[in-house]
């Protein structure tokens, strides 16, 4: 069940309040580059990115911002660390949000000065408390950088903005364990109405990173907490955006573009399925129709258990079977088979 948290509005896109979970990700190009770093914001566009956020460590990257911002279709979050004055002027330059963890921006002066700015330019702040910089004194009260001490930090903070009449806010908390970052969240969601961004901090290569965050995520969601995710991956940030997607539509929150689902293959599977899975997703990349699509090793897994897809392909030796709902349209040889397949895609509406 959605648990309802207040709206905030970064640019133009609504977080939380009841609105679609976002998606985002964040550019691991020097922001200081700007066309590598406008190309590649480009890139997580096209495939479904609705919010980035771009690593500000110096003042060259704080000049870049204004080139970035000119080029960039969705709204652009500055990710803060230790020095509240790149903040100051990243708000200034004209950045649709801000991240901060008030623990390494310093003294309360600092992070006050941050507040205001943010207020002047009706910005919000994400609040992020991860597990490997929380402060010495949560660590050594519950004896361990885990759920509890970053509850307790992130409350803390949550004060300090409240108490200031500062409530434009959203928060996080991440570790690289996946039981503690979801024991966190769920303990944030009873305590505060903000929005949540969700993600597991560190979470590894594409194949660790895609299982460590849907073990995370999933169960969160299901429970109705979050309301922008990030799947935080070693790899190209592209690849974050559409596991994100994949992962809103297996938990049934958001559907874009093709749902492509095949067969683990086994003895009975006489082509070359996983070869012919690649080359469909290829060749159909760009197709933005909310369309369930079956590829299929045999008689077996074809049209029998895959009666529900829209469009489905089970193949055999030398031939194929190109299916929908459940009932044969063709068959077709090898040869032709991908091909064929592909235009009844494009052609079949969605």
């Known amino acids: 069940m959605e648990k309802k948290t207040r709206a905030v509005f970064i640019g133009g896109v609504q977080v939380g309040g009841g609105a679609p979970v976002v998606i985002q990700s964040m550019t691991n190009t020097k922001t200081s580059d700007i066309e590598k770093t406008c190309a590649q914001i480009s890139r997580l566009v096209q495939n479904g990115c609705e919010l980035v956020r771009v690593a500000v460590p110096d003042e060259e990257s704080v000049q870049a911002l204004p080139g970035i911002l000119g080029e960039t279709p969705i709204p652009v979050i500055a990710d803060i660390h230790f020095d509240y004055r790149l903040a100051l002027s990243s708000i200034a330059a004209g950045v649709h949000g801000i991240r901060i963890n008030p623990g390494n921006i310093g003294s309360p002066d600092r992070v006050e000065a941050i507040i205001k700015a943010a207020r002047e330019n009706n910005i919000p702040i994400r609040i992020g408390v991860n597990s490997g910089s929380l402060p010495e004194g949560k660590i050594k009260k519950f004896g361990s950088p885990g759920a509890e001490a970053m509850v307790e930090t992130l409350v803390d903070y949550v ?27 769920r303990e944030v969601s009873n305590h505060f109405p903000y929005p949540i961004h969700l993600g597991l901090t560190e979470a590894g290569t ?49 559907w874009r573009g093709l749902n492509i689902y095949s067969c683990p293959t086994c003895g009975r599977c006489e082509i070359e399925l996983e070869k012919m899975v690649k080359e469909i997703e290829k060749a159909t990349e760009g197709i933005q129709k909310d369309l369930n699509i079956a590829v299929m090793g045999c008689a077996v897994n074809g049209p029998g258990e895959a009666k529900e897809a829209d469009l489905g392909l089970a193949g055999g030796r030398g031939f194929g079977v190109i299916f929908s709902k459940g009932k044969p349209l063709g068959t077709f040889p090898a040869d032709k088979l991908i091909r064929v397949f592909v235009e009844k895609i494009k052609e079949f509406p969605g």
């Open 159 to 185: 004060r300090f903005f409240e108490e200031r009449d500062f409530f434009n806010i959203k928060l996080s908390v991440k570790s690289t364990s996946v039981l503690e970052t979801i024991v966190a969240n």
């Open 206 to 254: 594409l194949r660790r990173g895609l299982v460590n965050s849907v073990a995370c995520l999933a169960p969160l969601l299901l429970e109705g907490i979050g309301d922008t995710i990030r799947i935080s991956l070693t790899e190209d940030p592209v690849q974050e955006v559409r596991a994100a997607w994949d992962l809103l539509r297996a938990v049934g929150l958001r």
